[in-house]
């Protein structure tokens, strides 16, 4: 239950920044438009996954690994704080029924996020397609569209000629897409799609290319920070030591991880450490860069596979150190 409140206190801080108490309503209706089974399922989905070594429980590795692959925003404190409260009222060992009502939390704090990110996406597109232009303008600029559609000029489309103009949209619909617009947008089953019915598809049209634009110009700006940071960790992180300090500090991670002293890690001891990381790397991750480490597919890790690996990780943990600052 502490567990629960808990994260009900972080989901109250989301909800401030998030700036409107009506996106956790609107988030909960999402969640629960999923039925209660396949809530279950999805809950029960998440806790399968993150249990990494299948013993019933989650271990404060494992809920940190979970935790960061939500990719939720969660300050340190926010995890210390859930930490602190799952080694005490779980004793350690965070089992389902405790880990239900906090993933339903987080997952509905996930939601919010994603409502007031969209709809800042869309007050954006919004802005930059009509800013300036007084109704009449955007009414004329919806005509035109339509004119340009009505090929035959005979003041309706048939749902062939909104097909190709949906298809034209560059939206890249699928054309099962496309049928439910066209059968949504047909509002009198009549087959001629008029002026009046069109308009409301092409306005949202609009801001869906609109939007898409802008997605891919803030991806390209995100890509071109991260660029950065890595840069500016790495340059950190050679400037803090030596090749040779560098090398032991290495070498003394790689002896922690190996666990039986043999000079190599098998895929368990180098599993375990990238989840000490607390990186957030999900098992499927996980697995892959094990896959990829172990250049000659020998079951072993030795230090020459580790070193860049283990060099990598430790830039992007001085990057991540960098974007919380």
């Known amino acids: 239950m502490l567990i629960e409140l808990m994260a009900r206190q972080i989901v109250a801080e989301e909800d401030k920044k998030n700036a409107s108490a009506g996106n956790r309503a609107r ?3 999402l969640l629960s438009s999923l039925g209660k089974e396949d809530l279950e399922k999805n809950l029960t989905s998440m806790f399968e996954s993150a249990d990494a070594d299948h013993n019933g429980y989650l271990d404060p590795s494992e809920l940190v690994t979970c935790l960061h692959s939500m990719k939720l925003g969660l300050t340190t404190n926010d995890i210390n704080m859930i930490l602190s409260n799952v080694m005490t009222t779980a004793d350690g060992k965070l089992r389902y029924q405790q880990f239900a009502p906090l993933a339903y939390e987080l997952l509905t704090a996930q939601l919010q996020r994603d409502i007031s990110n ?7 597109a919004e802005s930059r397609l009509f800013k300036g232009k007084s109704p009449k303008e955007v009414e004329d600029m919806v005509k035109r569209v339509f004119t340009s559609a009505d090929k035959a000029g005979r003041g309706y489309l048939s749902p062939e000629e909104l097909y190709v103009c949906m298809v034209s949209s560059g939206l890249g619909l699928t054309h099962d ?16 799609i008029d002026l009046e019915e069109f308009t409301p598809v092409c306005y949202e049209l609009a801001l869906e290319v609109a939007m898409r634009e802008i997605k891919a110009q803030m991806a390209a700006e995100a890509e071109g920070a991260d660029d ?20 032991a500090a290495l070498a003394a991670v790689f002896e922690k991880a190996d666990k039986d002293g043999s000079g190599f890690l098998d895929r368990a001891e180098f599993a375990t450490c990238l989840q000490d990381t607390a990186l957030g790397f999900s098992p499927d ?23 860049p690996v283990c060099f990598d990780m430790l830039v992007t943990m001085i990057a991540k150190e960098m974007e919380d600052e």
């Not at 897409?177 to 001629?192: G, K, L, S």
């Open 27 to 29: 988030a909960e209706k």
């Open 118 to 124: 969209e709809d800042s996406l869309r007050a954006e």
């Open 177 to 192: 897409e496309i049928m439910d617009v066209i059968e949504a947008t047909d509002t009198d089953h009549n087959n001629m």
């Open 228 to 247: 950065s940071r890595r840069k500016r960790a790495e340059d950190y992180l050679l400037q803090q030591m030596s090749r040779e300090e560098l090398l």
């Open 285 to 307: 991750q996980i697995g892959f860069i094990i896959k990829a480490t172990d250049a000659n597919d020998d079951g072993s890790i030795d230090f020459q596979e580790f070193a």
